[in-house]
Structures are given as structure tokens and as C-alpha cells.
């Protein structure tokens, strides 16, 4: 089983997460998607990746690390960080 590097945590309704998915395509950048509205332990997740509030979207990344709300730029260079 292969691991997505990026799991992004988000809405249906987030216009945020709709436009970093648009970009994360454009770039061919692979991800896993979950709703924290039907997950309640993501939503857990995603609150305390963010000092309680469940602020979307969020990435966490393959080192456990988290991003939230970046940008495309921001994902490229925290993958070519983990890359080394």
C-alpha cells in the first residue's frame, strides 16, 4: 500500500479547499480528501493541528506535519523539503 504524501482535511462548502484542490491538480500533486463534517475524528484532528478551531483547509503531510490554508507554492516547498 502506498502512502499519499498530502492528506487534505475539508469541507464541501469551503471555496478555500475548492481552489487548493484546483491548484494541487493543476500540479499533479497526489492527496487524499476528507470531510471533516462526516469524520468526526478528523475534525479532532484538524482542531487541534489549529489551537481549537477547525479552520480548513489543513494539510498534513506524510512526516505529520501540517499546513493550513496555504498556498500551491507553499505545498510544492514543503514537498521538496521533505524530499530533501
Known amino acids: ?7 487534505m482535511y475539508s469541507t464541501r462548502w469551503c471555496g478555500y479547499c475548492s481552489q487548493l484542490k484546483k491548484v494541487l491538480n493543476k500540479y499533479e500533486i497526489p492527496f ?28 498534513r503531510f506524510a512526516d505529520g506535519s501540517t499546513l493550513t490554508n496555504p498556498t500551491g507554492r507553499d505545498v510544492k516547498a514543503k514537498l521538496a523539503e521533505l524530499a530533501g
Open 32 to 59: 487524499e480528501e476528507i470531510d471533516i463534517e462526516q469524520d468526526p475524528a478528523a475534525a479532532a484532528f484538524v482542531a487541534s493541528a489549529n489551537g481549537g478551531c477547525r479552520t480548513v483547509p489543513t494539510l
Open 1 to 7: 500500500m502506498t502512502m499519499t504524501p498530502i492528506v
